[in-house]
């Protein structure tokens, strides 16, 4: 069972999180989803997707178990109350004299938009945009996304793992690295307001392109938010990029989602390339859910580090100095 005790850290209450795909969340069919220890409604009219709490504040019973009214209120399933895409009581059909209703009658709605093919959601004013991915602009783009994958770990470890290069010889051995090739290359590191990036980075990967040809990739790296983080493989004329966004459902549990994009190989079904990013994050999520611990150290004496790790240590460090206290320790 998740806890429905709101986590009250400033960062990511006043930021986007993606909470689902945007095809999941369909006409007629309230979806109930969680972001920071807050259980949240989300429904869509035929112009857009309403989030309001998941909560009616008659009995406490979960509206996303009711239905959508004429593509305009949500209907709580147990006596029916009806609430407007701005949480305002429409309807009280046990008592239909009540035209006039009481603020404490109303619920609470969130920002909301689609972006990227996911739903984003902000509990409070978010400080910054949904970032931008330049790659999903270009014209040849092919986009697809990954996810939900459901991890037992902090939404910080989840991050750290996707920037981490050095275990893809073996944890993903044979698919992103090779236990012949091991070493990382010193690479270049940026840290500035828009976060995070590590650049140059050159890396033997034993089947890059799906031919079976062995050979080294260049990527870039960057963090963009505390909880979104991007890479690029290959140059402007031909890229594959993936970026990572984890929904902080709890200090311990986390849902990773992936937005994928390429500007090659439309031949290439996404279904299979979902299917091997399903491969990659299998692998990956023993190795972080076994972390501890579990919460992210930020006092950097507390875990070893390698020479390549310094990316990780960055986003330690800048966690650190915009005082993340979720998911850290
Ligand atoms: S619990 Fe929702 S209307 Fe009564
Ligand atoms: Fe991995």
């Known amino acids: 069972m998740l806890s429905d005790t709101p986590i009250d850290d400033p960062i990511l209450h006043n930021a986007w999180h993606v909470v689902a795909l ?21 429904w869509r009219t035929d112009e857009k997707i309403i989030a309001c709490q998941d909560r009616c504040p008659h009995r406490g019973v979960s509206l996303s178990m ?29 008592d239909l004299k009540i035209t006039c209703f009481p603020q404490t009658a109303n619920i ?58 050095a275990h ?14 091991p070493e990382v290359p010193n690479y270049t590191l940026a840290v500035d307001a828009d976060g995070i990036s590590a650049s140059d980075i050159h890396f033997h990967q034993p089947n890059p392109e799906g ?27 031909r890229y594959f990029s993936i970026f990572l966004t984890v929904t902080p459902v709890a200090e311990t549990r986390s849902i990773a989602w992936l937005g994928v994009v390429r500007n090659y190989a439309p031949e ?29 150290p930020l006092n950097l004496q507390q875990e070893f580090h390698f020479p390549c790790d310094k990316m990780s240590i ?6 650190k100095q915009i005082n993340l206290q979720f998911g850290t320790c």
């Open 268 to 296: 290439t079904s996404n279904d299979e390339l979902r299917r091997f990013q399903d491969e990659v994050m299998a692998q990956d999520i023993p190795m972080v859910e076994s972390q501890r611990p579990q919460k992210l």
């Open 22 to 42: 945007a095809d999941d969340v369909k006409v007629n069919q309230p979806l109930q989803v969680h972001l920071l220890g807050n259980a949240i409604a989300l």
């Open 168 to 181: 893809f010889p073996f944890t993903h051995r044979g698919l992103l690295g090779d236990p012949e090739f």
């Open 314 to 319: 960055a986003y330690r460090k800048w966690l």
């Open 66 to 94: 009711g239905w959508v009214d004429g593509n305009k209120a949500i209907v709580c399933p147990y006596h029916a109350m009806s609430f407007d895409a701005d949480g305002r009581c429409t309807r009280i059909p046990a």
């Open 211 to 237: 031919t079976g040809e062995a050979k080294s990739v260049s990527y870039v790296y960057k963090i963009v938010r505390p909880l979104i983080a991007c890479f690029r493989k290959g140059d402007d004329i």
């Open 108 to 165: 609470r709605t969130y920002q909301v938009k689609e972006k990227y093919g996911f739903v984003w959601v902000a509990l409070g004013e978010p400080e910054q945009n949904i970032p931008t991915f330049a790659e999903w602009e270009q014209r040849n783009a092919i986009a697809f996304q990954c996810g939900p994958y459901f991890i037992n770990a902090s939404a910080p470890r989840v991050v750290e793992n996707f920037v981490d290069i």
